[in-house]
């Protein structure tokens, strides 16, 4: 168990290592975009159909809450909302040319940031955590299909 839990602490050094490394990138991105309506941006661009009450969901928050960063998005220029074709009474929200411009551009600082890091390790370690990574990936996918991964 004593390397399982050096393990753990390992990983959780790495995550916090790897967000400070995408928080550079994003905090030198211009506009720069709060997080939570960054997240707003993120979700509405995963998802084909968003509406206020799955953006809601999505970030945990009240309706009218997301409907603030919506309005705040809205107003900058990077969101829009649209009566669902499908039923009227449905808001559809999409993310205007600007937001995909700059979701396109946080990736690509994200990587670049990322990349710098990576040239600093010896290519057999990025091997290596490649490996792992994706090893990494199947178990808690795994976990989580099987319903074993609990809530912290």
């Known amino acids: ?7 753990a602490a390992a990983i959780e050094s790495s ?42 969901e999505a970030l945990d928050v009240v309706p009218s809450s997301a409907s603030r960063l919506c309005d705040r998005l809205e107003a900058t220029g990077l969101l829009r909302r649209v009566a669902d074709p499908r039923d ?3 808001v559809r929200l999409l993310l205007t040319p600007a937001a995909r411009r700059l979701l396109a551009d946080l990736r690509d600082r994200r990587r670049q940031a990322l990349g ?27 976990a989580e299909a099987d319903g074993s991964l609990k809530s912290a």
């Open 1 to 7: 168990m004593e390397r399982a839990n050096e393990l």
């Open 15 to 56: 995550v916090e290592a790897l967000t400070a490394v995408l928080d550079r990138a994003r905090l030198a991105q211009t506009p720069m975009v709060p997080p939570a309506q960054l997240r707003v941006l993120t979700i509405v661009a995963g998802t084909r159909h968003t509406n206020m009450s799955r953006l809601a």
């Open 88 to 90: 009227r009474r449905e």
């Open 116 to 142: 710098e890091v990576l040239d600093r390790m010896p290519p057999a370690a990025r091997a290596d955590l490649l490996k792992a990574l994706q090893s990494f990936g199947e178990a808690a996918n795994a």
